[in-house]
T-cell receptor, first 112, second 114 residues
């Protein structure tokens, strides 16, 4: 079983739609959580951190459920520019400090 | 802004060649990482370094080595390139964020081994 699992998609949605991605992680010792965005043929970039209390950044809302060990990302009013792959990332403290484990990514395609 | 640069965006090498991939960061970060990214497999950690001359194996170190002679530079070496090392290679550098580390990536090197 992968440590961080995501539905690879693709999710095909029309502009203006609301779309949600889930991610599950297997290690209950995981300490912090992030969503990264990766455009085609580009490097991953931090989208937002995920807190237990939930956090919102404009059209994006991230939530964490520690009991069920899953993380979600909600995108409201989708734009064409939201088309990308969204990576779920989990951070654990290891022998050499903080280590990130990446999910395989969920691909989103927003259509006109 | 954090700047992580990689020596090449695209590279084509032949089987058996020795390949050097260079990564430089300008933010004085202690921790640096090398990943490879393949379709369906996501990012997999090859090696990381948390200080000059220090290195630790990641999940898939076989066929690779690294060098960290200066804090800002972390090199990935393919001693004898093979076709199964054709991949996108991403270097990353750590920046503390709200008590937890997150990583900033270089633009990637797409390596093709023929």
């Amino acid at each position: 079983r992968k440590e961080v699992e995501q539905d690879p998609g693709p999710f095909n949605v029309p502009e203006g739609a609301t779309v949600a991605f889930n991610c599950t992680y297997s290690n209950s010792a995981s300490q912090s959580f992030f969503w990264y965005r990766q455009d085609c043929r580009k490097e991953p970039k931090l989208l937002m951190s995920v807190y237990s209390s939930g956090n919102e950044d404009g059209r994006f809302t991230a939530q964490l459920n520690r009991a069920s060990q899953y993380i979600s990302l909600l995108i409201r009013d989708s734009k064409l520019s939201d088309s990308a792959t969204y990576l779920c990332v989990v951070n654990m403290w290891g022998n050499a400090g903080n280590m990130l484990t990446f999910g395989g990514g969920t691909r989103l395609m927003v259509k006109p | 802004d954090v700047k992580v640069t990689q020596s090449s965006r695209y590279l084509v090498k032949r089987t058996g060649e020795k390949v050097f991939l260079e990564c430089v960061q300008d933010m004085d970060h202690e921790n640096m990482f090398w990943y490879r990214q393949d379709p369906g497999l996501g990012l997999r950690l090859i090696y990381f370094s948390y200080d000059v001359k220090m290195k630790e194996k990641g999940d898939i170190p076989e066929g690779y080595s690294v060098s960290r002679e200066k804090k800002e530079r972390f090199s990935l070496i393919l001693e004898s390139a093979s076709t199964n090392q054709t991949s996108m290679y991403l270097c990353a550098s750590t920046r503390p964020l709200a008590g937890a580390d997150t990583q900033y990536f270089g633009p990637g090197t797409r390596l093709t081994v023929l």
